[in-house]
């Protein structure tokens, strides 16, 4: 299996819901990351899990919550959003923090209201 | 941080010609730069990277050329065919433990013009 998978595909929340997006690979990668990406521009990172272990917050609004359960699970919990943070959350992973190569899953499309 | 710079934004190419993308980076301790395509709607998918012990790689029609002194790389498709319409992503990243993080240039939206 060489595919990492997001859930749901599209999201749809008001302001004060509580959600989250899951991603899971099954390729034994070590490290997984979560990206946001608005229309028209590159993936941004927001963070990163080495071995299970956060290792990057690129300052990311607190309202944003990563959990890492094991190797292969990856979530992203969203509470209090705001409109402006509707865009497409792609999950990548890699074999280790340090083996360059990232596959990206289908990414989630959520839209706030 | 890293800085990645990626021209042209848009380029428009007839079908059959070659495509050639240009990046720059700022870190000259960066060591690695892969080259993402993504078609409208679906997942960045890696198409050729390269390592910095490396001054060209070819994969078919794509080839990825680094210029390490200059600190700049590109990528060149061949034989261009309609499928290659897409928007394409070049990155750096200077992958050590705790620095994991791959920048992307701001992409080059491709057309290829039947």
């Known amino acids: 299996d060489t595919e990492v998978t997001q859930t749901p595909k599209h999201l749809v929340m008001g302001m004060t819901n509580k959600k989250s997006l899951k991603c899971e690979q099954h390729?034994?990668?070590?490290?997984m990351y979560w990206y946001k990406q608005k229309a028209k521009k590159p993936p941004e990172l927001m963070f990163v899990?080495?071995?299970?272990?956060?290792?990057i917050n690129e300052s990311v609004p607190s309202r944003f919550s990563p959990e890492c359960p094991n190797s292969s699970l990856l979530n992203l919990h969203l509470h209090a959003l705001q409109p402006e943070d509707s865009a497409l959350y792609l999950c990548?992973?890699?074999?280790?923090?340090?083996?360059?190569?990232?596959?990206f899953g289908p990414g989630t499309r959520l839209t706030v209201l | 941080g890293e800085n990645v710079e990626q021209h042209p934004s848009t380029l428009s190419v007839q079908e059959g010609d070659s495509a050639v993308i240009k990046c720059t980076y700022s870190?000259?301790?960066?060591?690695?730069f892969p080259w993402y395509k993504q078609e409208l709607g679906k997942r960045p998918q890696l198409i050729i990277d390269?390592?910095?012990?490396?001054g060209e790689k070819k994969d078919q029609r794509i080839a990825v050329t680094l210029n390490k002194t200059a600190k700049h790389f590109s990528l060149h498709i061949t034989e261009t065919q309609p499928e290659d319409s897409a928007v394409y992503f070049c990155?750096?990243?200077?992958?050590?433990?705790?620095?994991?993080?791959?920048?992307f240039g701001t992409g080059t939206r491709l057309t290829i013009i039947p």
């Open positions: 990548a992973s890699s074999q280790t923090p340090t083996e360059y190569t990232q596959y």
């Open positions: 390729m034994g990668h070590r490290a």
């Open positions: 899990y080495s071995y299970e272990k956060l290792s």
């Open positions: 870190d000259s301790a960066s060591n690695y």
């Open positions: 390269i390592r910095s012990n490396v």
């Open positions: 990155a750096a990243s200077r992958s050590n433990f705790g620095n994991e993080k791959l920048t």
